[in-house]
């Protein structure tokens, strides 16, 4: 028996008054509990803005989409578009400055290998209806770990900058002493695919797998495929984290003005 995805969540009026609803909530909750950083940024205008983009965003998509997966360049100008924003959002998330283009590298180093393994093998066909959903699902979590890292990494070595010079002064180069305290916890960024891994199928059923539930999928196939994901996901978000510190450390991504007395280059 094939399941159905209308009845799940129709879209109609209702499901609108809901979703802006649960938007104002969660803007309301950000400001009552002033969740903002104390960079100055403005968290609750932040959410109802990417909102709105993501309501915006979803319309465009779906306008386009269908053009997209029937051609293959299409395809693949769909792809660098999913890249070049992943690139701009991961780059200004983590610095405010030109280098945030350098963000490309741990996205790429983690995103292609995989695609062109999957390609290679035959695993995954060259056609968008494939290509475009496992590969904007790998630079998605690749996105996500390599803000979490190099916010964390610049983060620590902003608050210990002193036990880097003392690390220095003790014989570490530059880049040894950045990267023995940026690495801890930056690779906690780790931890949410770690923690969605093991717990898959026990706490959550990611959607990839109810995805091909109510596409028609036998749970087995359905099983498989959420698993690839996984573990591909794993491997794609190890390479980001591992060089996303690496690029800290060797001065690559950072922030102006903040690096200051932990062997930063001078910027202009």
């Known amino acids: 028996?094939?399941?159905?995805?209308?009845?799940?969540?129709?879209?109609?009026?209702?499901?609108?008054?809901?979703?802006?609803?649960?938007?104002?909530?969660?803007?309301g909750v950000a400001y009552r509990c002033h969740?903002?950083?104390?960079?100055?940024?403005?968290?609750?205008?932040?959410?109802?803005?990417?909102?709105?983009?993501?309501?915006?965003?979803?319309?465009?998509?779906?306008l386009i989409i269908k053009w997209a997966v029937t051609d293959v360049l299409g395809?693949?100008?769909?792809?660098?578009?999913?890249?070049?924003?992943?690139?701009?959002?991961?780059g200004r998330r983590i610095t405010a400055n030109g280098t945030w283009w350098l963000a490309a590298?741990?996205?790429?180093?983690?995103v292609a290998p995989v695609v062109g393994a999957l390609l290679l093998t035959g695993l995954v066909p060259v056609k968008g209806v494939a290509l475009i959903p496992v590969t904007g699902i790998l630079i998605g979590g690749a996105?996500?770990?390599?803000?979490q890292a190099g916010r964390r990494a610049l983060d620590e070595l902003e608050q210990r900058r002193g036990e880097v010079e003392a690390a220095m002064a003790l014989g570490f180069?530059?880049?040894?002493?950045?990267?023995?305290?940026?690495?801890?916890?930056?690779?906690?960024?780790?931890?949410?695919g770690?923690?969605?891994?093991?717990?898959?199928?026990?706490?959550?059923?990611?959607?990839?797998?109810?995805?091909?539930?109510?596409?028609?999928?036998?749970?087995l196939m359905a099983g498989a495929v959420q698993l690839f994901v996984l573990i591909a996901l794993l491997a794609v978000q190890a390479v980001a984290?591992?060089?996303?510190?690496?690029?800290?450390?060797?001065?690559?991504?950072?922030?102006?003005?903040r690096d200051d007395g932990t062997g930063a280059r001078a910027t202009g």
């Open 241 to 257: 984290v591992a060089l996303t510190i690496e690029l800290v450390a060797r001065h690559r991504l950072f922030r102006p003005g």
């Open 143 to 147: 996105l996500t770990v390599t803000v």
């Open 75 to 90: 395809t693949l100008a769909f792809l660098a578009v999913m890249f070049a924003v992943a690139v701009r959002t991961t």
């Open 35 to 62: 969740l903002s950083p104390a960079d100055g940024a403005n968290r609750p205008r932040e959410i109802l803005v990417a909102g709105v983009r993501a309501a915006a965003q979803l319309a465009a998509v779906s």
């Open 194 to 219: 770690l923690d969605q891994t093991r717990t898959v199928g026990l706490v959550t059923l990611p959607g990839a797998f109810v995805g091909m539930l109510l596409g028609g999928a036998s749970p």
């Open 173 to 192: 180069s530059d880049r040894d002493a950045r990267t023995e305290i940026a690495r801890a916890p930056a690779s906690d960024a780790l931890l949410p």
């Open 1 to 27: 028996m094939t399941l159905s995805a209308a009845p799940l969540l129709p879209v109609n009026l209702t499901l609108g008054i809901l979703l802006a609803v649960l938007l104002l909530v969660a803007a």
């Open 105 to 110: 590298v741990p996205l790429a180093a983690g």
